[in-house]
């Protein structure tokens, strides 16, 4: 099935052609020409005769080749109509231009293929079901022959997308950070850290775990913006190897530079952080006065890729050639990525199914405006290179950098296609994670306090009558859920 699956999935989803031989080809702050390579010279003509089999004489080469001439004519008059024909209604025949397509560059294809990529997977150790949550019988999972067990999932196939374009984003941020190259032992090591398995710090089994903690996402559901920065957020202050820490913006694409600062760690201290800008550039569509400031994100030094998609569904982005804007697509099913304490063991096959060499576009008018982009800011001087681009952006920008943090905030109360919420709403600061300013839709107040013990994890409040109840189920089912997620 999975074979079909993919299959079509190509259908519907042909590989990008190259026709504009002008705009410059983007890939996360790397700039290719979109001139193809030259082709390669011909073999070197061999000075000994051709050998002629006996049974093929000149006589009957003719008359093949007059036959194939004799056929293709008649093919050409029976599906091209004559003048007359064509004009019998009077309207004359518009001429259309032939549509030039080259092969893309290698080097821009090169770059493609040193990303890495997360898609669905099946058949990876079981996410327990909670108690509310979503059935493990979807008719997407039926019409792909992809059955869940009834104690929870065994694939992420139609609920997953996002986590992977999550994935994708800060794998291709750790690959950034530390300068991997492509089939290198660390490459493997990065790789080993988004298994699909509870032991690896970045699977899906800890995504959905932490969703469901800090952000009330049962597991099989569909995970938003918010939703994945806060767990790769969470993730990154738990595992400790990448030396990487997560900062989340406020709502409207607000940056606080003293709240950046106590996460990163200020000059004295300051530690590679991601940035994370969760944001709704339109109402069904991206805005176009924002279409500049959206390759922006993708051009400067800094860039690390957008979480975002068509609506309710989402892709991974890391380029841009004038309107068209290319990216990964989680939505292929393959076999999951064992988990393996030796990385080096890796075959060939399973690093070969985190990589594509297929180039992917869609036009920026067709994309959903909700997003999650993300800023790899390595140190102070990157830091205060980033703030002078932003600042300095021509047009309308949509980041905006202020000195301190305000102490309320009213959010945009936006919950469209499945994405969460991401407004501010009144909390006390956490001391040890930055708070991520996201709202599950269950729940009305997020509070951190002191006595948080999971790094960052937010206590989730409501003032709703029945909560304590609920609060009591949840608990039931963590303890589930615990067995094999943690």
């Not at 569909?222 to 920065?229: D, I, K, L, T, V």
Request: with cysteine; charged share 25%; net charge negative.
């Amino acid at each position: 099935m999975d074979n079909i699956q993919r299959f079509v999935n190509y259908l519907l989803d042909p590989e990008a052609v190259n026709t504009d031989l002008k705009s410059p080809l983007w890939s996360l702050g790397i700039e290719y020409s979109p001139i193809p390579d030259p082709p390669p010279p011909p073999p070197r003509a061999s000075s000994r005769p051709l050998a002629v089999p006996q049974h093929i004489t000149v006589a009957s080469a003719q008359s093949k080749l007059s036959r194939y001439l004799a056929n293709a004519s008649n093919a050409l008059r029976k599906s091209s109509p004559s003048p007359e024909q064509a004009n019998s209604d009077g309207q004359d025949i518009p001429e259309v231009p032939e549509l030039v397509t080259m092969s893309w560059p290698s080097a821009f294809v090169e770059n493609i293929g040193s990303k890495l990529y997360m898609t669905y997977r099946t058949d990876f150790p079981l996410i327990p079901r909670t108690s509310n949550g979503p059935s493990f019988i979807t008719v997407g999972s039926l019409l792909r022959g992809q059955i869940n067990d009834k104690a929870g999932f065994t694939s992420d196939v139609g609920w997953g997308c996002m986590v992977r374009s999550a994935q994708t984003l800060l794998a291709n941020t750790l690959i950034a950070l530390h300068n991997t190259q492509p089939g290198s032992t660390e490459e493997k090591n990065i790789i080993s850290w988004f298994a699909d398995d509870p032991q690896a710090p970045f699977s899906i089994q800890n995504f959905v775990h932490h969703g469901w903690i800090a952000c009330g996402k049962h597991p099989g559901e569909w995970f938003g913006p918010s939703a994945a920065a806060r767990c790769m957020q969470i993730t990154c202050s738990k595992f400790k190897d990448p030396n990487l820490l997560v900062y989340i913006g406020g709502d409207a694409g607000d940056v606080y530079e003293d709240s950046f600062m106590r996460v990163s760690g200020g000059p004295a201290d300051f530690k590679p952080t991601l940035v994370l800008i969760g944001i709704r550039l339109g109402i069904e569509k991206v805005t176009p006065v924002y279409h500049e400031a959206l390759k922006f994100c993708l051009r400067i030094p800094q860039a690390v890729g957008i979480a975002g998609g068509r609506p309710s569904s989402s892709h991974y982005f890391f380029g841009y050639q004038n309107s068209n804007f290319f990216y990964f697509d989680p939505h292929y099913p393959r076999k999951s990525l064992p988990y393996r304490a030796d990385y080096e063991s890796y075959t060939d096959d399973e690093v070969a199914s985190v990589h594509t060499r297929r180039v992917r576009s869609i036009k920026v008018e067709d994309m959903d405006p909700s997003m999650l982009i993300g800023f790899l800011i390595r140190n102070m001087d990157d830091w205060k290179d980033w703030i002078s681009r932003v600042e300095n952006l021509q047009g309308r920008k949509f980041i905006h950098i202020s000195k301190s943090e305000p102490m309320f905030g009213q959010g945009n109360s936006i919950n469209t296609d499945g994405y969460v919420d991401l407004g501010l709403n009144r909390r006390r600061r956490s001391l040890s994670v930055e708070p991520a300013g996201n709202v599950s839709e269950d729940f009305e107040h997020i509070a951190l306090g002191d006595d948080d013990d999971d790094n960052g994890v937010q206590e989730l409040e409501s003032e709703d009558e029945g909560e304590q109840d609920r609060k009591s189920q949840q608990d039931e089912d963590d303890l589930d859920f615990d067995k094999c997620a943690t």
